[in-house]
Structures are given as structure tokens and as C-alpha cells.
T-cell receptor
Framework: KAGVTQTPRYLIKTRGQQVTLSCSPI?????VSWYQQTPGQGLQFLFE???????NKGNFPGRFSGRQFSNSRSEMNVSTLELGDSALYLC???????????????FGPGTRLTVL | AQKVTQAQTEISVVEKEDVTLDCVYE???????LFWYKQPPSGELVFLIR??????QNEISGRYSWNFQKSTSSFNFTITASQVVDSAVYFC????????????FGSGTRLQVQP
């Protein structure tokens, strides 16, 4: 079974620009979560999508948004980029069933975003 | 609010040594889930283990073992006879309640295994 894939793997943008990152979950997984990893703040939860709806949200400004398509693929968008948005953005997928005691998130390789 | 503490920032051992990575967590939920992930230099987080709060049984998988102690809010990870390929950053994580997928991660422990 193919794992979680993320594209692109590397991105370089300048301040003020916007960026869109893509994530394809493991086949059969309906939940996609996004995380930001920086040296200063570590790994932080951005949001989770399930059945095309945002189900959970972390503590990030509105410049960070996402969406999920009917095939469970997800995109994350960051508008008006700031230098501090430079990070590794990780996507994780899981079955997503509410109340499941065995649901586990499996991560993709990440997209490394550099903002100049 | 939930919190995960990995007090060991970096550990260096020589191959074949045993090493234990500590994880202490805080949560107000009675049902929660604990995880360990490995992050090699490539960046991808690799799932190692999941433990539900109502299952305190310790687990062994090959050279890896996990010790879950609810009384001390700890979920420690031991690698027996470490190998160079074990070099990575290891993260302990916590999620509360079955409906939430948000993982709260510790700051990670960088393990370097010298040949």
C-alpha cells in the first residue's frame, strides 16, 4: 500500500507571496491532518480534515487554511508569507473514524518551505 | 491543557549499548492515547507504537520496548543493543479523546549511535 505523499518536497518563496501544498493520504484513509515543524516551536498541529470538512483546528492565524477533496486529498494554503513560516510542513493521514481506539496517524515526507 | 515533556535533548551512545528515552505527559482526560515516532534525517515521521490509556501492558517489539506507567504519567522507550541505524530524533506524542486527531508532541530526543 502506498504511503502518504506530499508535493512539492521543497519550495522557496518570498515574503508576501502565497503557497499551496498538497497531500495524498493512504488509500482508504479519510482524515488528513497538517503539522508545522520549526526548530523553535517544534511540531505543532495546524488542522484536520475529514470528509471534506475541517474537524479540528490548531492555534494558527487565518493566513493558514486548507481544504479536502472528495477523494480525501488535501491542500494547505498559506497566504501573505512571513519569514517565520519557513518550516517543514507534514501531512498525516488516518482512517478518521470517530471513537476509534486504534486510529493512528501516518506521516508523509513533508514539504520544506523556505521564505526569503 | 495537555503537555508532553522529553527532558533529554540529545543522547549519544556507542553501538550495542542499551538506551532509554524518557517521556512524561500531562492531561486531564481519563482516556488518551500515547505515541512514539521516529524522525530520521529524511524528515518523515515513522510511527513506532500507540498505547491507549486503558491498556497499561508494556510492549516489546524486537529490540524496542515501551514502559507505560500511568501512576507516574510516563511512557518510556528503550532500545536494546542499539545500532547506528537507530540514530534519529524520537518524538513522544499525546492525543486526547477518540474524536480528536490533534497530536501534542514533545520536543524530541536526538539519539546518536556511534559505531
Amino acid at each position: 500500500k502506498a504511503g502518504v505523499t506530499q508535493t512539492p518536497r521543497y519550495l522557496i518563496k518570498t515574503r508576501g507571496q502565497q503557497v499551496t501544498l498538497s497531500c495524498s493520504p493512504i488509500s482508504g484513509h479519510r482524515s488528513v491532518s497538517w503539522y508545522q515543524q520549526t526548530p523553535g516551536q517544534g511540531l505543532q498541529f495546524l488542522f484536520e480534515y475529514f470528509s471534506e470538512t475541517q474537524r479540528n483546528k490548531g492555534n494558527f492565524p487565518g493566513r493558514f487554511s486548507g481544504r479536502q477533496f472528495s477523494n480525501s486529498r488535501s491542500e494547505m494554503n498559506v497566504s501573505t508569507l512571513e519569514l517565520g513560516d519557513s518550516a517543514l510542513y507534514l501531512c498525516a493521514s488516518s482512517l478518521g473514524e470517530t471513537g476509534s481506539y486504534t486510529d493512528t496517524q501516518y506521516f508523509g515526507p513533508g514539504t520544506r518551505l523556505t521564505v526569503l | 491543557a495537555q503537555k508532553v515533556t522529553q527532558a533529554q535533548t540529545e543522547i549519544s551512545v556507542v553501538e550495542k549499548e542499551d538506551v532509554t528515552l524518557d517521556c512524561v505527559y500531562e492531561t486531564r482526560d481519563t482516556t488518551y492515547y500515547l505515541f512514539w515516532y521516529k524522525q530520521p534525517p529524511s524528515g518523515e515521521l515513522v510511527f513506532l507504537i500507540r498505547r491507549n490509556s486503558f491498556d497499561e501492558q508494556n510492549e516489546i517489539s524486537g529490540r524496542y520496548s515501551w514502559n507505560f506507567q500511568k501512576s507516574t504519567s510516563s511512557f518510556n522507550f528503550t532500545i536494546t543493543a542499539s545500532q547506528v541505524v537507530d540514530s534519529a530524533v524520537y518524538f513522544c506524542a499525546l492525543s486526547e479523546a477518540a474524536g480528536r486527531r490533534a497530536l501534542t508532541f514533545g520536543s524530541g530526543t536526538r539519539l546518536q549511535v556511534q559505531p
